[in-house]
Every structure is written in structure tokens, then in C-alpha cells.
């Protein structure tokens, strides 16, 4: 029973010296490093922000256009519908042209609201990964420093 307890003893003392060795080393570079990553992360979210800001005031705008173009649409069916009840070959001639034009209006916009509406999905999408990049530099940080 001694002898178990006596090399039970010299293992554990040989653990407790051995274990600041098998710590991790930090260095105060380790230190320096997190706390830059943490500023670029911060310069990286208020990038993601002003780039989430601009999207949506981009999409606003192409859906104000979209309703724009619907009303010119709109309007150019109406005087088709007149020219052609009062039989004026050049007007409706003309008409058809206005409709062509105002349609590829509309489909450009609906298209530049789409690429604007993804933009601002990936803009979110980098955002979150950012705020994990910080949350993650953070904690390195903090066991930097405690193990310091």
C-alpha cells in the first residue's frame, strides 16, 4: 500500500512539474496579433454596415423606378388603346415603340433590383461571419492573457 501510495505520489509531483511546460507558450506578439485582428474585424463590420446601407437605399430606388416604368406602361397601353380607336396608323406605330422602350425599362430594373437584393444578402451574410471573427478574436485575446 505504501509503495502504490509512494508512486502514486511521484507521478503526480512529476505532473505538476512537467504541466507549465506543456502549456501553451504565449507570446506577447500573440497578444499584439489578437488585439490587431479585433481592430481590422471592427473596421470589417462598419465596412459590412455602410455596404448593407447602400443596398437597401439601392433597392429603394429600383423599386421606385420599377413603379415608374409600370406607369408609363401603364399609360402607353392606354394611348395604344385611344389610337387605335381613333384609327391613327402613326400613332399606334408609335405607341408600339414607347411600349417596347418602357418594357425593356422595366425588365433592366427588375434585373438591377435582383443583383441589388443578392448584394445585400451576401452584405448580411458577411456580416455575420464578421461578428464571429470578433467574437472569436476576443476570446483568443482573453486566453492569451490569461495564460500569460
Given at each position: 500500500m505504501k509503495l502504490t501510495m509512494a508512486i502514486a505520489m511521484t507521478g503526480m509531483a512529476a505532473a505538476l512539474l512537467t504541466a507549465?511546460?506543456?502549456?501553451?507558450?504565449?507570446?506577447?506578439?500573440?497578444?499584439?496579433?489578437?488585439?490587431?485582428?479585433?481592430?481590422?474585424?471592427?473596421?470589417?463590420?462598419?465596412?459590412?454596415?455602410?455596404?448593407?446601407?447602400?443596398?437597401?437605399?439601392?433597392?429603394?430606388?429600383?423599386?421606385?423606378?420599377?413603379?415608374?416604368?409600370?406607369?408609363?406602361?401603364?399609360?402607353?397601353?392606354?394611348?395604344?388603346?385611344?389610337?387605335?380607336?381613333?384609327?391613327?396608323?402613326d400613332a399606334v406605330k408609335g405607341d408600339l415603340k414607347d411600349i417596347r422602350a418602357d418594357r425593356k425599362d422595366l425588365n433592366a430594373d427588375v434585373k438591377d433590383r435582383r443583383a441589388d437584393a443578392k448584394d445585400l444578402r451576401k452584405d448580411r451574410r458577411d456580416r455575420r461571419q464578421d461578428r464571429r471573427d470578433l467574437r472569436q478574436d476576443r476570446k483568443d485575446l482573453k486566453a492569451d492573457q490569461a495564460a500569460k
Open positions: 507549465p511546460a506543456l502549456a501553451q507558450d504565449v507570446r506577447p506578439n500573440d497578444v499584439k496579433q489578437d488585439r490587431k485582428d479585433i481592430r481590422q474585424d471592427r473596421r470589417d463590420l462598419g465596412g459590412d454596415r455602410r455596404d448593407i446601407r447602400q443596398d437597401r437605399r439601392d433597392i429603394q430606388q429600383d423599386t421606385k423606378d420599377i413603379r415608374g416604368d409600370r406607369r408609363d406602361l401603364s399609360a402607353d397601353r392606354r394611348e395604344l388603346a385611344a389610337d387605335r380607336k381613333a384609327g391613327d396608323k
